[in-house]
């Protein structure tokens, strides 16, 4: 082989060499460059990252997505201000009072110097139990002259009326009642008269 054969020969595999190795850096500096960025995110290696600077935020579509309700603890109950509210008048029941009522005898005769009990002409001492006597009004016609009535109450004359004429109301002296302390009620007829009705008036407390 000739000097210059072996000069071009070593030239071409020295330029062959040459580029295998450039080529083999080539491969090799990017793995070795990973492997040290790699043991630098390790703890304990000295490696701070850069600053981050946030991008624009640009927000999505919201989906709401299923509600479960959790178990509701109830806290402490505060009470707060009172404020009355408008006030409505309820009905109006009528207070309980007197009750009063009627008893009517009928006599339609004439009627001279009698006594009339009361007792004996209805069942005015049954059917006026617990009632209280407030008066008796006579019902007299075609009178006699001089006559006059009287109200016998136990046996004790407590009113009387001397001027006879249609309508005569006695009244007794004190509150008596049916039952209690009232044994017999009668009215007194002095001289002739002609006697309608006799109507005992009572009152209920």
Same mark, same amino acid.
């Given at each position: ?39 630098a995110r ?5 490696? @701070? +990252? !850069? =600053? *981050?600077? %946030?991008? #624009?935020?640009? $927000? /999505? &579509?919201? @989906? +709401? !997505? =299923? *509600?479960? %309700?959790? #178990?509701?603890r $109830? /806290? &402490?109950? @505060? +009470? !707060? =201000?009172v404020? %009355?509210? #408008?006030?409505? $008048? /309820? &009905?109006? @029941? +009528?207070? =309980? ?47 006699g ?61």
């Amino acid at each position: 082989m000739t000097p210059s054969k072996l000069l071009l020969t070593a030239a071409a595999v020295l330029f062959t060499g040459t580029q295998t190795l450039a080529d083999s850096f080539s491969i090799i500096t990017p793995g070795r460059d990973r492997d040290y960025r790699d043991n630098a995110r390790r703890p304990g290696n000295d490696y @701070r +990252p !850069g =600053p *981050v600077r %946030p991008g #624009p935020v640009r $927000p /999505g &579509p919201v @989906r +709401p !997505g =299923p *509600v479960r %309700p959790g #178990p509701i603890r $109830p /806290g &402490p109950v @505060r +009470p !707060g =201000p009172v404020r %009355p509210g #408008p006030i409505y $008048p /309820g &009905p109006v @029941r +009528p207070v =309980p009072g007197p009750h009063y009522i009627q008893k009517v005898i009928y006599i339609n005769r004439y009627v001279m110097n009698e006594a009339l009990y009361l007792q004996n002409l209805s069942d005015l001492f049954y059917s006026a139990q617990g009632y209280r006597l407030e008066s008796v009004t006579v019902e007299a016609t075609q009178i006699g002259y001089g006559a006059a009535l009287q109200l016998l109450v136990n046996g004790y004359v407590e009113s009387a009326d001397y001027t006879v004429y249609g309508l005569s109301t006695l009244y007794p002296n004190y509150s008596r009642v049916f039952g209690y302390d009232l044994s017999t009620l009668a009215v007194q007829v002095h001289g002739s008269a002609f006697i309608n009705r006799i109507t005992v008036n009572l009152r209920l407390d």
